[in-house]
């Protein structure tokens, strides 16, 4: 695959409660905001809300199936955190090419979530080492 500056790719994830729970289980990270429905009523927030990374994982999908694909390795992500994800919310996570070093294979990327009210949830900067071209 060619990679172009202006390259886009993006996926769609509903975020479920289990999807919360499994990341949960995986990472170790068991905040009761994330988890517990009592607790996250007394936040500001007023419900459960995604970890921050499980929403970040949905870029790392983007990159490892579509852009640039089967093969990328991460070198770096930054990320900001706009607003909560929660439970049931739509995210879409979108790349797009900001530069690439053809020579090294080294690809950045503009990284944006955002939710089903096209509210940014999510954005930053991840820099990969893209696979050989075939």
């Known amino acids: 695959m060619t990679i172009k500056i202006g390259d ?3 996926r769609v994830r509903t975020i479920s409660g289990q999807d ?3 990341f949960a289980q995986a990472c170790g ?3 009761p905001i994330h988890l517990d429905d009592a607790y996250a009523a007394t936040t500001p927030f007023g419900r459960r809300i995604a970890h921050g990374m499980l929403t970040a994982s949905l870029v790392s999908a983007v990159l490892a199936n579509d852009l640039p694909g089967a ?3 991460y070198l770096g992500q930054d990320l900001k955190f706009k607003a909560p994800v929660f439970v049931d919310d739509t995210i879409t996570a979108t790349v797009e090419c900001i530069a690439y070093r053809e020579d090294k294979r080294i ?3 503009k990284t944006t979530c955002t939710n089903q009210d096209a509210k940014v949830v999510l954005e930053g900067e991840a820099v990969v080492l893209a696979p050989k071209a075939e």
Do not use: C, M, R
């Open 8 to 10: 886009t790719a993006s």
């Open 20 to 22: 919360i729970d499994l």
């Open 29 to 31: 990270d068991t905040n």
């Open 71 to 73: 093969g990328t390795v």
């Open 107 to 109: 690809a950045t990327f």
